[in-house]
């Protein structure tokens, strides 16, 4: 059974953006890509440029899937389970998220 985490009201995540939170001691990317409740979270960590910065990336839409563009060199990562584009080695992890009475929660 999974732990479920808040992280913050989804009013808080604008939406088309994404905010970081931190679950333990990883950071995580949440992102509520349309004015609906839902969300979706991966690592914040960008495999290639080695930073935290994914939750400021570019949330765009390719055949039919949500993908989030690095600020630093553009990889794309899949929202719903982290698959990298350009290069499938370097994919991260994706966690499962959830919009309860109103409140952003990730599974632990």
Partial sequence: MSQWIT???VADILPGTGVCA???DRQV???RPYADER???ISNIDPFAQASVLSRGL???HQGELWIASPLKKQHFRLNDGHC???GAHSIASFTSRVVDGLVQIAA
Avoid: H, K, S, W
Wanted: hydrophobic share 65%; aromatic share 12%.
């Fill in 7 to 9: 992280v913050c009201p």
């Fill in 29 to 31: 990317a949440v992102f």
């Fill in 39 to 41: 969300v979706f979270a």
């Fill in 85 to 87: 584009l350009e290069d």
């Fill in 22 to 24: 931190l679950i333990g």
């Fill in 59 to 61: 949330i765009a839409e």
